[in-house]
Structure formats: structure tokens, C-alpha cells
């Protein structure tokens, strides 16, 4: 599956080569070199597939699609100093801050340009802009459930102090399931799928993404040997965690209060990072989570059941799976 | 003239209000209500006019040119760290970086959505495209022409210690003339000019931005009293200002070296900065500036020679010399 998403590798590196500075050529390469699963390419492509359309119908918007979700990369990397992506050294570790912000900010353009010659085009564009617009308040979102760390004017006015799970849910239905509900939307488009089809594929890709990101953060919080800093939102004080938000719910008062002032502490240490996972795990959170992801996943493969019987949309509900599972 | 670009106002905030979330608004709209002269927004309007267009057309394109000015400008306070615009605080000061950050990204796409409802969509689309992939490029080489004050390994790799005025003249195209010339093209775009007008109009932007951006270097270093802090080129390290690489010429070799290692000083202070500008302000550089403005000037106004007469004709001839007055 993620050998379908390496067929957008050649490209989006033609696109970057196209018109590009030979000496910015590398550092716009970077990000796509050092790795990533092309699973929202490979969502984008089944989708297609699963509509009727061509393969070679998806590939643009296919590459179009992974580039936003590379734009949205590297711009979070530079808001959460982020030091390591991949497995590898970040772009702004790389480059430098100032070069990382101008290759996403040329990833914008090349998007544009590649998206130009796709099937169905001012629709695919339109899917595009507002899944952008969607992941940009989304972070926003996510930052001002920051509870520390940061001295910024307008996150510390209006910080989010107590969120509910419900806007949890709003902020990652931003941040996250929107690219997902464009990347089988515009799959769906690609393969110039009537409007229900379109619909029931932006169905399954906004529900696999919520699943997706619960289980991300699950992960975040209480995974092991999955090769993730641990408890990295504990340590960056991210309230917007789905395991977190479920766990609060289970401590006591005075466990809470710990929780939350470990959370608020402008620098975690690791120890203090251990005891507030494990004031998370010896809740039922975990576990809770995953049944909401779950039911999630149900929801997305329900909105299948519009889709023709085919090899493709079982490839569909395969891949929502292994989304899910984290096994691509 | 500085009223015909406030025609674009309610567009650009009708815009912002469009679809952003209300906690979001007073951060978007901070950069357009901070000032600005939009002389860029004039300059599609009076295009568009002088060639036989109406007002109304190119209202649309004209909001979007300025907003991909105030994009660009958002990202250089990022990049530079820059505490006033516009004799008032940055957003990234008032805001902070990183919702500075996300208002930038999110002009990106409210300027797409603008561009949707305009006249010859998909060529004025190319053009902005374009001029933003330049003003990125643009901004790489501004950044590689700096001689110090920032630790990063791509800039520090590929620095260019000694730019000829060739390479001066490629960065200031790429970083200015480009939105010039895109502004005088999606002008002529809006008034469905023939191409050979869209080419005059695209000539005349061109040569009066690098015009522009020449008597801009100038004062930087040479003016007094404009409002700009002072010799702020040299404090920033900057090599890429014409008054300094023609002044360079005229420098004795012991000058010279005095000059380029003040650039190369980390922290240049006050004192340093006015020895710098000495430096500068002894040689005809001033004088030798203004007259490569006034050639590329002259130049612009050759390609409104193939124009109607009309006075919107003479309008653009009027708008380019307040732009490089800086009078407007």
C-alpha cells in the first residue's frame, strides 16, 4: 500500500525541479527524501481506484494532497522547534529556520501548479484551500490548548484552559480529518465520481482521520518502542490529547490538580513527564480511546457501503485499518 | 492615488471575515488596519483603467496583489525578527510567531479565494503563482547576500560574499519587480487587454519596481528623516542594497575592508553603523543610484508608449513617479 503512495516521489520532485534555483534544489527535496508513508497519496489513489477513475488520473492530485500535508510539516516544525521528523534531523535542523520557511512557503505554489493539470480542476482546488484553511485553525486550535511554554501575546489571552472533548474533537477535525476527508474527496473527483460518490468518500476519509489522530495521541501518551518521543505532548503541554482528555476524567481531584501542574510547568522533566503518563495509563483512558476510534472506523467503513463492490474499496477499508493501526 | 488603493479594503476584510473563526479576525485583519499605502492595489487599477478596463474589474485582482504583498511582509518580519511596520508594532510582536505564522499561511489561501471571481481566472491565477515563487526565490537571495547574524547551516553554507550588481539586480527582480510587474499584468488581465498590452503594462511594472527598490536601498542608507531606521541594511548585514554595492566601488581597498567587516560584525552597533553609512555617503553612490532609477524610470515609461493616450495613461506615468519619490 504505501508502494501506491511512492508513485507521486517522481512528481512531486519533477515539480520542484521545475523553475526551482539549482541551489535551493536540495533543501526543497529534503523533507521528501528523509521519508514518510504516502499514506494520504495512497488514500487519494484508492479512492479513485474505488470510484471507478483511472490510477493515472490520481497521481496529481495524489501529489498534490501529500505536498500540503509536507507544507503543514515543516510550518509545524518551526512553531513546535521540532528537532526531529522521521526518524531524521528536521528541515529547520538542516537548513535553518528562515530556509524551511521559504521551501513551505514554495511548496504552497508548486501545490498550485501541480493541481493545474488535474481532472475536475477548480473543484480539486477548491477541496484543497479549504482542507489549508482547515489545518491552519486547526493549529491554531491546537496551540491555544497549550497550557505553557510559549510567551505569545495572543496565545496566552486567549488560551483554553479546561477543554472539552468536544472541542478536542473540532480541533482535530480541523487538523487532521480534514486532509483526509480531501484526499478521498478529491479521489472521488479525480475519477469524476457523481456528487453521492464524492460525499460517501469524504465520509470515510473525515472519519478514518478522527480515528487516525485518537489513536495518535494514544500513542503519544501510551506507546511503547514506537519510536516516538514519549509522552512528547506531556512535555510540550498539549492539552488536546485524546487520552489525556478521557484520563482527566478518571483522576481524582488531587491527581487532576498534579496532572494539570505538570502540564503547566514551563519546563517537563523527564521524571515529571513519567509521572503524569502514569497518572494517564493507570486510568482506563487507553482503552477507552481506542473504542472511540473504533467506532470511528465503523462510521468511515459505513460510508463505503455507497461505493460499488470492488478489490479497490476492500483496498479502502484495508487501508482505513492499517491508518488506524498505525501499521503503514 | 493612495484613495484608489483603499478601494480594495472592504474586499480584502470581507475576505478575512468570510469563513475565519471570530477568535481568529482581529489577528488577520492587524496587518491591513496597521497602514499601508497600497500602492501595489493602484497600480492593477490604474493598469486595468489605462487599458480600457472598468473599475469594478479590477477591484478583485487588486486586493489580491496587496494581499500577497502583506503576506510577504508578515514572513520578512518573521524571517528578520522585525519589531515595527509601518511606524507601528509587528504583528509577530503584537501577536506573536507563531499566529503570525498561521494569519501569513492563511492570507495565502483567502488571496486564492479572491482570485476565484476574477476576470481571466486562470491566467491571473499563473501570474500571482509566479510572482510568489520570485518573491520566495527573491527572499532566499536577499537572505544568501546577508554577511552575518544568523547560524544557519544552508544560509552559511551558500553565503555570496561578494554579489555583483548583475546578482543585485536578479534578487531586487525576484524579491520587488516581480509583484510589480505581476500588479501592472493581472491590470491589464482584468481589462481583457490584448497581449501586447498585458506585455507594455507587464514592462512598466517591471521597470518601475526594480526603479522602486533601487531608491528604496537608497534611502535606507542615505535618507534622513523618512521614517525608516536608519541604515537599517547595515545593522541587518545586508550586502543586497545598491547604494552599497556601487559605493563599494569607489572605496579606497583599506575602506573597503573597514566597510565589509563592520557588515560581517556580529552585533553592529550604533556608532559602527554610522561609520558604516559614512563610508557610503562620501562616495557619488547616492547621486549614481538615483540615476540607475531613473534610467529603469524612463524605461518603464517607453512601454506605455504603445498605451491609448488617455488619462489613466498619464495616471500610471504620475503613480510611478510618486512610487519611486516615495511619495506615495
Redesign the interface.
Same mark, same amino acid.
Given at each position: 500500500m504505501t508502494g501506491l503512495g511512492r508513485k507521486v516521489d517522481h512528481i512531486i520532485l519533477e515539480a520542484l525541479k521545475k523553475?526551482?534555483?539549482p541551489?535551493?534544489l536540495s533543501?526543497l527535496k529534503y523533507p521528501f527524501m528523509a521519508g514518510g508513508k504516502r499514506m494520504r497519496a495512497a488514500l487519494v489513489i484508492v479512492s479513485c481506484l474505488s470510484a471507478g477513475g483511472r490510477l493515472q488520473d490520481s497521481l496529481r492530485p495524489a501529489a498534490a494532497i501529500e505536498m500540503i500535508h509536507n507544507y503543514s510539516l515543516v510550518?509545524d516544525d518551526?512553531?513546535d522547534r521540532g528537532r526531529v521528523r522521521r526518524g531524521k534531523p528536521t528541515l529547520r535542523v538542516?537548513?535553518?529556520?528562515?530556509?524551511s520557511?521559504?521551501v513551505a512557503?514554495?511548496y504552497? =505554489?508548486v501545490l498550485?501548479?501541480i493541481l493545474q493539470m488535474s481532472a475536475r480542476r477548480s473543484n480539486v482546488?477548491r477541496i484543497a484551500?479549504e482542507a489549508?484553511?482547515d489545518i491552519?485553525?486547526g =493549529?491554531?486550535l491546537d496551540?491555544?490548548f497549550e497550557q505553557a511554554g510559549? =510567551?505569545?501575546?495572543?496565545?496566552e489571552s486567549?488560551r483554553i484552559k479546561n477543554p472539552s472533548f468536544s472541542q478536542y474533537l473540532t480541533m482535530i477535525g480541523k487538523k487532521t480529518a480534514s486532509l483526509f476527508k480531501a484526499a478521498a474527496e478529491v479521489g472521488g473527483e479525480a475519477a469524476r465520481g457523481n456528487p453521492a460518490i464524492v460525499r460517501n468518500l469524504a465520509g470515510f476519509g473525515w472519519n478514518s482521520g478522527l480515528a487516525f489522530q485518537i489513536m495518535d495521541d494514544v500513542l503519544d501518551i501510551c506507546g511503547i518502542g514506537t519510536g516516538k518521543e514519549e509522552a512528547k505532548d506531556i512535555v510540550e503541554h498539549k492539552l488536546g490529547n485524546a487520552a489525556i482528555l478521557v484520563a482527566l476524567r478518571y483522576m481524582t481531584p488531587r491527581q487532576r490538580t498534579e496532572f494539570l501542574n505538570i502540564l503547566r510547568t514551563e519546563r517537563v522533566s523527564r521524571v515529571l513527564a513519567q509521572r503524569a503518563r502514569l497518572l494517564v495509563t493507570q486510568t482506563p483512558a487507553e482503552a477507552e480511546c481506542r473504542e472511540i476510534a473504533k467506532a470511528y472506523l465503523r462510521n468511515a467503513k459505513e460510508h463505503l457501503a455507497g461505493l460499488r463492490e470492488s478489490k479497490h474499496r476492500r483496498s479502502l477499508e484495508l487501508l482505513s485499518d492499517l491508518i488506524v493501526s498505525r501499521k503503514l
Open positions: 523553475g526551482s534555483s541551489g535551493f533543501s510550518m518551526l512553531i538542516k537548513a535553518g529556520d528562515s530556509t520557511l521559504l512557503m514554495y504552497r =505554489e498550485d501548479e482546488r484551500v489549508m484553511m491552519i485553525d =493549529e491554531r496551540l491555544l510559549r =510567551e505569545e501575546p495572543y496565545l486567549k
